[in-house]
């Protein structure tokens, strides 16, 4: 079956950076975009980045442009989101999410396929 396993969540101060990996088996995956969202405590879950695997091509939300970096490992079917720069409004749960054909500026979440667990990151001031 299709899974998305999320890692390198965690506590960093402001201004630090983490990278979150996830892991992806059981699809075709040449044939997805691959996305991250987060969701804060009382808030809705909100597009992050996405990428296209085929192409590489990459898209990312305004507020983490600049700071927020998607990328992939083909051999390892793995997607990256470096974050740096990182502000005590980035806290949430960072999922990771697969959307067969998806295209990378397509923010609605409602689209996506499959879905990871979910990594905390909590950055304090």
């Known amino acids: 079956q299709v899974q998305l396993v999320e890692s390198g969540g965690g506590l960093v101060q402001a201004g630090g950076s983490l990278r979150l990996a996830c892991a992806a088996s059981?699809?075709?995956?040449?044939?997805?975009?691959m996305g991250w969202f987060r969701q804060a405590p009382g808030k809705e879950r909100s597009f992050v980045a996405a990428?296209?695997?085929?192409?590489?091509?990459?898209y990312a939300a305004d507020s983490v442009k600049g700071r927020f970096t998607i990328s992939k490992d083909n051999a390892n079917n793995t997607v990256f989101l470096q974050m740096n720069s990182l502000k005590p409004e980035d806290t949430a749960v960072y999922y990771c999410a697969a959307n067969r054909f998806g295209s990378v500026a397509n923010a609605n979440a409602n689209d996506y396929d499959y879905w990871g667990q979910g990594a905390q990151v909590t950055v304090s001031s």
């Open positions: 059981g699809l075709p995956i040449s044939t997805y975009t």
């Open positions: 990428i296209r695997w085929t192409s590489g091509t990459t």
